[in-house]
């Protein structure tokens, strides 16, 4: 690893990737393009040791900036397409993505696990089951800490289970999960990737180093992952869940139950009805971490008693409360439309769908076609509101209104509920322009909810 690293980006991730850089005896240039940024408030994120090794550099970078580097850490949301990575692309400078920096620095075993949706759910429930058996089990990366915050104290003994996103694989070099998950692979973030083809091979980067050795959980029901898990491009063992066939071997949903099949046969595992979270797609996300927790030869019963316990992740379908009758939902976590239609088809009942947000370039479509008959209202804000009622009215769904805020949102929605209606708040968007992230927008939700 170089002495001195460019590390690009201020926020969460850049401020934990300098912080292992420096405790590994390194230098690092901390930089951010927000000029605006005020150096005693990200410096306030370091310790007076730590900082004796940072450099800050806020604004425009410029070729003599990085003379003497040779290696950037980029953190996930500065798209490859700046100008700076160009300009570090042409002075051969590498660049690592920060999940890269954190394998390279950790030890023990690695499960990382990717998808379009579903993998906050995942990663919290197998590092559930993770920690029921391996004391030293940390959970990390899109769910809230960044790798390289953790990698430092893991040991021979731990197991680190991580939430990796497209953006983090762009620019991954030789990291090698022992266990990889896809968890299913449907259009997102295509304002950055640009084509389906190129998000799909993007996606199955996390597989890129796996060998003989290792395993690879992927959704036999997703056309795309099951043709990769059949293909030469997947050295690591494939092992396969579905929610709609019952498998030679693999996880599966029988009459309810959710089973294994291996060389021994046919084993129960639990019952959808045990479990503590809604949906199809939920149901998925719990057989992948089955799947995950056998190849790490966890016993049945640990999986079960786990299982019946995990209760759903914050901001992903999270019940908030119940007023009147009306029972509130904050599914903020559901950024693209096929997470919201999980979302709505989860509910029991008839739904008021609080929707909009920031455009991503995604079709809405295959959402607006559940309108008719499971949406009562569709209460839409952000920049995609226009294009989102646009479409539903495509589809002779005309009952739409437009609200400026999630004050406002919650507002209309508790005055045209009824008992037994559902309201749920799924955007199908990025929460950007209107809110930090989908965590405070959730929040924010909720807030207004339990104000009512």
């Avoid at 990382?112 to 559930?128: D, M, P, R, V, Y």
């Avoid at 998925?284 to 799947?291: G, K, L, Q, S």
């Amino acid at each position: 690893m170089a002495d001195k690293v460019l590390v690009a980006g201020a926020g969460k991730s850049g401020i934990a990737a300098a912080k292992l850089l420096t405790g590994l005896g390194g230098e690092v240039i901390l930089y951010d393009k927000n000029e605006t940024l005020k150096k005693h408030v990200v410096a306030d994120n370091f310790t007076d040791e730590e900082l004796e090794k940072i450099f800050f550099k806020f604004g425009t970078l410029k070729k003599t900036d990085v003379a003497d580097i040779k290696l950037c850490i980029i953190s996930p949301g500065i798209s490859l397409e700046e100008d700076f990575v160009y300009m570090l692309d042409k002075s051969n400078i590498q660049i690592w993505s920060e999940i890269q920096l954190g394998y390279k620095a950790a030890k023990g075993k690695l499960i990382a696990i990717t998808g379009t949706n579903g993998k906050t759910t995942t990663t919290a429930l197998t590092g559930e089951i993770m920690h029921a058996v391996y004391e030293e089990t940390f959970v990390a990366g899109n769910i809230g800490f960044p790798y390289t915050l953790t990698a430092a104290d893991t040991t021979d003994n731990s197991v680190t289970v991580l939430e990796v996103s497209s953006f983090q694989l762009e620019t991954i070099i030789d990291f090698k999960p022992h266990i990889s998950a896809i968890l299913n692979i449907t259009p997102d973030h295509l304002n950055r990737h640009h084509t389906m083809e190129n998000y799909i091979m993007i996606k199955e980067e996390i597989a890129k180093n796996q060998t003989e050795e290792d395993f690879c959980v992927l959704n036999y029901d997703d056309e795309i992952l099951r043709e990769f898990g059949k293909s030469d491009r997947l050295k690591a063992k494939a092992v396969f869940f579905s929610s709609k066939e019952i498998l030679d071997e693999g996880v599966y949903i029988k009459n309810g139950t959710i089973f294994v099949k291996d060389e021994k046969g046919e084993t129960e595992i639990i019952k959808t009805s045990e479990l503590n979270i809604l949906g199809t797609h939920n149901h998925e996300n719990v057989m992948a971490a089955i799947a995950i927790a056998r190849c790490m030869k966890i016993p049945n019963d640990i999986i079960k008693r786990v299982c019946s316990q995990f209760q759903a992740v914050e901001h992903r379908i999270e019940f908030v409360t119940e007023k009147h009758g009306i029972k509130y939902f904050n599914d903020s976590k559901g950024t693209n439309p096929e997470a919201s239609i999980q979302a709505v088809k989860a509910m029991p009942g008839p739904v008021i769908l609080i929707a909009g947000g920031y455009d991503k370039g995604a079709s809405y479509d295959e959402l607006a076609k559940l309108f008719k008959g499971k949406v009562r209202y569709l209460v839409l804000m952000g920049q995609t509101k226009d294009d989102i009622a646009e479409c539903a009215r495509k589809y002779e769904f005309n009952d739409i209104m437009y609200v400026e805020n999630m004050h406002e949102a919650v507002k209309v929605c508790a005055s045209y509920a009824g008992p037994g209606d559902y309201v749920l708040l799924s955007p199908a968007c990025a929460s950007w322009g209107m809110f930090k992230d989908y965590e405070e927008r959730g929040r924010e939700f909720k807030k207004e909810v339990l104000a009512l």
